[in-house]
C-alpha cells in the first residue's frame, strides 16, 4: 500500500528523484537531505508503514540485514571507521516523517564527520 501524500512513499518508488545509493524489489536507500555525517543514508521500504509498530515482520526481517550490507559497503566504499543503525518511531521520539525509515550513519575515525 502506498499514501498519496507522503513523500517518502514518492521517492521510494521512484516519482520524486533522489540520490539513490541502492534500489531492489522492496526498498530504495538515498543519501539523507541533511546529513548527520558524510554518506548518511535512509532505507525506505516501497510500501507505505508509519512506524516500526506497522511494519509487518517479513519486512522488519529484511532491514537489519540490508543495514549492514550498506554499512559493508560504507566501510569499504567510504572508509568510514563505524555507523550507526537509527529509527525513530513517533514525534515524541524525534520521527519527523512518518513512512518507516532506518537511518544508516557513517561514523568516521578521528572525525569530523562531515570531511
Ligand atoms: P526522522 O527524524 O523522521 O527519523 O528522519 C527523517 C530524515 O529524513 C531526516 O534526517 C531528514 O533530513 C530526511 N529527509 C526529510 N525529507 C527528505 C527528502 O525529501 N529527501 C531526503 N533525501 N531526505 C529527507
Ligand atoms: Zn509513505
Not at 16 to 23: G, R
Not at 64 to 82: D, H, N, W
Request: charged letters at 20%; a negative charge.
Amino acid at each position: 500500500m502506498r499514501d498519496e501524500n507522503c513523500i517518502f512513499c514518492k521517492i521510494a518508488n521512484g516519482e520524486i528523484p533522489s540520490s539513490t545509493v541502492y534500489e531492489d524489489e522492496d526498498f530504495r536507500v538515498i543519501l539523507d537531505l541533511g546529513p548527520a555525517s558524510r554518506g548518511h543514508a535512509l532505507i525506505l521500504p516501497k510500501e507505505h508503514f508509519a512506524d516500526i509498530c506497522e511494519l509487518p515482520d517479513s519486512w522488519a526481517a529484511k532491514v537489519l540485514p540490508l543495514g549492514g550490507k550498506i554499512g559493508r559497503a560504507m566501510k569499504a566504499g567510504l572508509g568510514c571507521a563505524g555507523f550507526n543503525l537509527v529509527q525513530n518511531n513517533g514525534e515524541a521520539a524525534g520521527q519527523t516523517v512518518h513512512h518507516f525509515h532506518m537511518h544508516i550513519i557513517p561514523r568516521y575515525e578521528g572525525g569530523p564527520d562531515m570531511v
